[in-house]
């Protein structure tokens, strides 16, 4: 990558450090909720427990764990648990999370690209990848080498993401069409600019600028396969736990807490989908 989007780390990285203080303050990630009762799970992690199953006693590892309250619900959920993340402004607060309302938690910042060589290869029994988490990398053949070489020989992925479609998506759209307007396959990646992140919040971010990517879902089964790890398990979903195309979508809660659909004919689009590999 060349130019203002080949640098795309540090624009993601500035874009993530403005918006932790506006997510460490807002209701939505409710962190003194999560003090204040000890059995508090995410939603998303709530979301995702019944295809994660018993990780009790498992080490997990959790890739871009931003400021750790999907991290910390794994940890209450049994597991010795690892969060990882290029912030450290959101590893100061998932640090400060965990030690106020436990069970403890390991933190650790780095870029995910260069994780095996801050973490050690051969680690864990679980990679656990949360929503939004995709979209912010170039290249997923890279990723899915870090995932096989963080992984012991029988260790999982867990990946819920946002669907590739759902990404390509015009968002919002004055006339209310769900189109397609963005790379559905891997390119350089799209650079946008917004003020605001996806929580309420005042002022606008010190540094608004993105660059996204997207990955085709071909593109993420092939980098899988070719880096030595057997998909078990890929389900699609009409629901994703934000209102990504803005009043276009309602809140689900028959799909779970925090969950939004299209209001019009939801059935149209792949909103999100969840994926698990093993490691051969």
Known sequence: MTGEQGDYR?????????????????????LDAFRSDPKRLSDVVRFDVPRLGDIAGLDVVHLQCHIGTDTLSLARLGATVTGLDFSESAIEVARDLAATAGPPVDYVVSDVYDAPEALG?????????????LCWLPSVERWAGVVARLLRPGGELFIREGHPVLWAM??????????LEYPYFETDGVPFSD?????????????????????????????????????TGFEEHDSVPWP???????????RGVGEFRLTDRPERLPHSYTLRARRV
């Open 10 to 30: 540090s624009i993601n990285h500035a874009n993530w450090e403005s918006r932790v203080p506006h997510h460490a303050a807002s209701d939505e990630y409710a």
């Open 121 to 133: 290869e051969e680690r864990f029994d679980l990679v656990f990848t949360g929503i939004g988490a």
């Open 170 to 179: 015009d968002d919002p759209r004055p006339d209310r069409l769900v189109a």
């Open 195 to 231: 003020e605001s992140t996806y929580v309420d919040h005042d002022g606008a971010l010190a540094a608004p600028d993105i660059v996204h990517f997207n990955h085709g879902l071909a593109e993420i089964f092939n980098a899988l396969w070719s880096n030595g790890l057997e998909i």
């Open 244 to 254: 990504a195309l803005g009043d276009q979508m309602a809140e689900a809660p028959e």
